[in-house]
């Protein structure tokens, strides 16, 4: 047994600089920004994919939730590989297989064919995710230097997300939706040579199997909820298959908790989650990306089908709900240091419960105007708590498991996104207009974004404190 660091470990690279120089933050950046662009970008995109390759409303939300759900269930066999086989090989590696499934995906010629290459870049994206985080952890170690670089990784979400529905808008547009996926080729390219050059080689510990009845068991759960969210609006949420589809979902979490309590080297050590921090701060993300992307796949339906809008058109409009996320990262991040996190986790999940509960009051066919201080509010309390949620996360996990932390946190929040757009889909579909259903949702995120702000008071560390 080769103990972690020894002579079969990977030889560090030690021309990054760690802790010194920004480019292993640029190449990490990189690489979760084409996945949280894939996310967003495809919300103004899909009405237009499911009239040209013909997929009903099922089909299109499978489109947006068959990524997150292979996302979601892979990310802790993606944290566990980078633990075991070195972070930056992982990481590299999901990059490859993002960028080739994207290629697939612009290509496709069917609904089912894009749904298969969405599997794969969902693939790709539960290998990149869990590295990028335990990368910044590694090269940049003193807690200053790691809380600017968290709050940073996070603007790339809100930079993401802010270009993702106008980017979309502009591509289905003018050169068509497969571009939508094209983009993310010259990306991947950048990012793979920027880490191979500037991101130091990660240790391997060969001493730590991976765990796949655990594996096989969250997969499981995972996509018995999608499943069943997905089609309870067609089916009803009283019909015996949907009914059997979540008994087996919670048999299949039972399961996964149980092999995890008995496995002598768990994927998850449930050790870890006895840390009110880190089990909390999961948590925290799995509400508010269930308030956030089901808000923006229901608007993006909305604003299309019951306005009339185009691609386009609905990337504007949607804009202020996302663009307020790149400036609420980056004042996150520098408030942190003088402020602790709980106060903004707090404060940025009760301005997004204002926002989306003040969508839900505008009544059913509002004036634009109406929806955008709502929108604003939304992105910006969301982004707002992500660099906190994050820092706590990683903060509260043993060096040796940060890819299972970055992977418990990114899983918890791909969980919350895929349940946000199955359910918010399925509310449109069973609701008696569209408005209805659309508030309805609103409502039920307002509610997630409340809950997250009570659960920040009791799991994010005062200023100080320790998680």
């Not at 640029?26 to 995109?45: H, K, R, S, W």
């Not at 990306?187 to 050059?197: E, Y």
């Not at 067609?234 to 996964?256: E, K, S, V, Y």
């Not at 903004?344 to 634009?368: E, F, I, K, N, R």
Request: aromatic share 8%; charged share 10%; glycine share 12%.
């Amino acid at each position: 047994m080769v103990r972690a660091g020894g002579p079969q470990a990977d030889r560090p690279d030690r021309s990054a600089g760690p802790g010194r120089s920004p480019a292993p933050l640029l190449a990490v950046c990189a690489g979760y920004f084409m996945v949280i662009l894939d996310v967003t970008v495809i919300n103004v995109a899909v009405p237009v994919v499911g009239r040209e390759l013909s997929a009903s409303l099922t089909g299109i939300q499978w489109i947006t939730d068959g990524y997150t759900l292979v996302f979601a269930g892979l990310l802790l066999t993606g944290g566990a590989l980078g633990d075991r086989l070195g972070n930056r090989r992982i990481f590299c590696t999901g990059v490859v297989v993002f960028t080739v499934a994207s290629a697939g995906c612009g290509l496709a010629r069917s609904a089912g064919f894009l749904v298969t290459a969405r599997l794969c870049e969902g693939l790709g994206a539960a290998l990149i995710v869990p590295g990028s985080l335990a990368l910044l952890q590694q090269a940049y170690p003193s807690p200053a230097a790691r809380s600017r670089a968290f709050g940073l990784w996070g603007s790339m979400a809100g930079i993401a997300a802010s270009a993702g529905p106008l980017l979309g808008g502009l591509l289905v547009t003018t050169v068509g939706w497969r571009w939508v996926f094209f983009i993310n080729l010259p990306v991947g390219c950048v990012c793979l040579l920027l880490t191979l050059r500037h991101v130091a080689v990660s240790d391997r510990r060969p001493d730590r199997p991976l765990d796949w009845p655990a594996q096989c068991a969250l997969i499981a759960a995972v996509a018995l909820l999608t499943a069943v969210l997905n089609e309870a609006g067609r089916r009803g949420w009283t019909d015996p298959l949907i009914l059997t589809g979540a008994g087996l979902c919670l048999l299949a979490a039972a399961g996964f908790v149980l092999r995890e309590r008995l496995a002598r080297t768990p994927v998850l050590p449930l050790r870890l989650l006895r840390s009110r921090s880190m089990s909390g701060a999961a948590a925290i993300g799995l509400l508010f990306n269930f308030a956030f992307y089901g808000m923006i796949f229901t608007a993006s339906l909305y604003f299309q089908h019951h306005r009339g809008l185009t691609a386009l058109r609905t990337g504007l409009a949607l804009f202020p709900a996302v663009a307020m996320t790149m400036f609420a990262s980056v004042l996150s991040g520098r408030l942190a240091r003088r402020t602790g996190h709980r106060p903004l986790v707090v404060t940025g999940m009760l301005l997004g419960s204002a926002g989306l509960a003040g969508w839900a009051a505008a009544g059913q066919d509002p004036d634009y105007v109406l929806l955008v201080a709502p929108m604003m509010a939304a992105g910006f309390g969301t982004s707002f708590a992500l660099t906190g949620s994050t820092a706590t996360v990683m903060s509260a996990a043993p060096d040796t498991y940060a890819g299972t932390a970055s992977a418990l946190f990114n899983t918890t929040r791909q969980i919350g996104s895929a349940a946000g757009v199955a359910l918010g889909g399925s509310l449109l579909a069973g609701a008696a207009t569209f408005p209805t259903g659309l508030r309805l949702g609103m409502a039920i995120g307002a509610t997630a974004y409340l809950t997250a702000a009570a659960l920040a008071l009791f799991c994010v560390p005062r200023k100080g404190g320790h998680a």
